[in-house]
């Protein structure tokens, strides 16, 4: 059996190890520390959490750290801030006796500037997930032109998590790039499409257990607050540009007021639920499958009969109380071969359902942040810059347009023309993410702490509402209770109701007016048309024009998912690895 003594590593390591009561290296430190210390060629490292991978990777990149430089050596990209903050803290303990060096932590959900500081102290080693990573690189707040090793955590993950083009990125700017180490839990084709690309010849080392947990669905969730559900599932499409999915909704009315207000967006969505008659129903059938809709959103009963093989996402607008309902609709993706992710949104409340669920259906759930605005716009450029790359004009559309289009452009730079091109594609997409809520549930204060101090809107906002005691709401209570049912809100969230004979007025956090006026403005009360808007609009503009945008932000920094299922073992327990099932 080998020990950690036998491997010759830096003597600071080797006692840092000790220290810390480790004894026997797991299989896949067997394996990877060996041949990355004596030899740092590309690897491929199919493991998963748990299984010591951090130690694998974290002691050979110590153990080539040179302490003298003043440049960023490796840089460890991870999907998550919380495996992001577990990785720095792990590294830090293996390097405790290794003076001068510096370890940096980049990740969302923070403040920017403390990272801007942080990397401008010269860390050899930076831990970054990827979406704030790029963003100090488009602030030149950080230069990776001499990283030398690039390691990437969790690579199944963060693919599934949509940073395919983000990695791709970040690897095209390291052109200093040596070696680069990927760990991954499966060994799935984005992944291999990755090392092809960007990897030199490389060695594969595997240990039981990869590849055999989730054979093609990859189960993750998103956690937020009950009335921000309807956000996260916008927001979620929107990152997933591609998308060809099922949303799945508990009731008959949920399926047609989400997907109401989806069409009303400009989504191609249709419902798919048991009051519709067959006639319809085929109809939105023949739509989905012949891709005229990005998704349909269905209860359980009317997506019964539903045989598409193709299906890229399921989502669960919300959990369904029996485990066995969220088998089948999991199934519904990852058929034929393929593979496919089933995203769940849960409010913090409902997170033991999800530990339930992980026990019946023994498979490992992830939990992913919802991303924020930055990362929907950037995901969307990229997605119709391959659109644009990939789109294949016939040779009559040339023939025929091409004088025309030459003569129009003839003056404009080939720079300045697809800036235009691309800006025309997402400016609604800029337009409606600018200063976006961070809506994982939890940040909703701390985001609007920083946007406070970034002069946006925070606080409360005072709204106007057309319907009074004349046509029937008798107290403020019955006001609450209206608002309440129409857009999912808690109670808590409205205060200083004031209820008059032709109108009301109601106050609400800034950051979900803009929520509840869309909420509310596609309802009728007592047969009332509900008309809605702030009511410091409405008296700069006494004509009663639509509700102003709301929705303070900070312009969103990438604050990447938590993951919470980490196992944990004690010092020296390296053969006892307590997994969650
Ligand atoms: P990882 O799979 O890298 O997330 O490691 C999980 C945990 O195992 C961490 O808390 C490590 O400190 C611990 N660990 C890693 N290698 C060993 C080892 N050889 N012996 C005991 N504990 C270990």
Not at 239 to 263: A, V
Request: aromatic share 8%; charged share 30%.
């Amino acid at each position: 059996m080998t020990s950690f003594s036998s491997f010759s590593m830096r003597e600071e390591l080797t006692r840092a190890i000790s220290d810390m009561g480790f004894e026997t290296p797991t299989p896949i430190q067997s394996k990877v520390i060996p041949q990355l210390l004596s030899q740092p060629i590309d690897i491929i490292g199919l493991a998963q959490t748990g299984t010591g991978k951090t130690a694998a990777f974290g002691l050979p990149l110590l153990h080539h750290t040179d302490l003298n430089a003043k440049h960023v050596q490796t840089l460890v990209l991870s999907p998550t801030r919380e495996l992001c903050m577990q990785i720095v803290e792990e590294l830090g303990r293996y390097g405790q006796h290794m003076r001068g060096l510096r370890i940096t932590a980049v990740y969302g959900g923070v403040p920017i500037t403390g990272q801007i500081r942080d990397v401008r102290a010269n860390p050899q080693v930076i831990v970054a997930t990827p979406g704030r990573l790029i963003d100090l690189l488009e602030r030149k707040a950080l230069n990776m032109d001499l990283v030398e090793t690039v390691i990437l955590d969790e690579a199944d993950e963060m693919l599934n998590m949509g940073f395919r083009e983000d990695i791709d990125f970040i690897l095209k700017t390291t052109p200093a790039r040596k070696h680069t180490w990927l760990f991954s839990a499966t060994m799935s084709n984005d992944v291999r499409n990755i090392a092809k690309r960007f990897m030199n010849k490389w060695e594969e080392f595997s240990v039981g257990g990869a590849n055999v947990t989730n054979e093609n669905i990859d189960h993750q969730y998103y956690v937020t607050s009950h009335h921000n559900r309807f956000e996260t599932l916008r927001r979620l499409l929107d990152f997933t540009p591609g998308i060809y999915g099922i949303i799945f909704t508990r009731t008959k009315q949920d399926c047609q007021d989400i997907s109401e207000k989806l069409m009303r967006q400009g989504y191609h969505v249709s419902p798919l639920h048991g009051d519709m008659d067959q006639k319809m129903r085929s109809k939105v059938l023949e739509r989905f499958k012949n891709k005229s809709l990005q998704a349909i959103v269905a209860t359980d009963v009317a997506a019964r009969g539903l045989d598409v093989n193709d299906i890229t996402h399921v989502i669960n607008y919300e959990l369904p109380d029996d485990p066995e309902v969220y088998t089948h609709r999991s199934g519904r993706t990852a058929r034929a071969g393929k593979s496919g992710i089933c995203m769940s949104i849960v409010s913090p409340k409902e997170l033991q359902n999800i530990r339930q669920i992980e026990r019946i259906v023994k498979q490992r759930f992830h939990k992913s942040d919802i991303p924020d605005g930055a990362e929907v716009v950037r995901k969307r450029l990229f997605f119709y810059m391959e659109q644009i790359a990939l789109a294949e004009p016939g040779s009559d559309f040339a023939k025929v347009y091409q004088e025309s289009m030459h003569e129009r452009f003839a003056d404009l730079d080939k720079d300045e023309l697809i800036r235009k091109l691309i800006w025309l594609q997402l400016k609604d997409t800029i337009d409606a993410y600018q200063g976006a809520n961070d809506l994982n549930a939890g940040y909703e204060n701390k985001e609007n702490k920083e946007r406070n101090r970034g002069g946006v809107r925070s606080g409360s906002v005072r709204m106007f509402i057309n319907i009074g005691q004349k046509d029937g709401v008798a107290d403020e209570e019955q006001l609450l209770q209206f608002i309440t049912e129409s857009t999912d809100i808690e109670a808590g969230m409205i205060d200083r109701a004031t209820v008059r004979e032709l109108s009301s007025f109601f106050n609400v956090p800034a950051s979900s007016a803009e929520f509840i006026a869309t909420a509310l403005s596609s309802k009728k009360y007592k047969g009332r048309k509900v008309r809605i808007e702030e009511a410091e609009a409405r008296d700069r503009d006494r004509a009663g024009g639509p509700p102003r945008r709301g929705g303070g932000g900070d312009g969103g920094y990438a604050k990447r998912g938590s993951r919470d299922d980490r196992p944990s073992y004690g010092k020296g327990g390296s053969q006892k690895f307590n997994k969650r099932y």
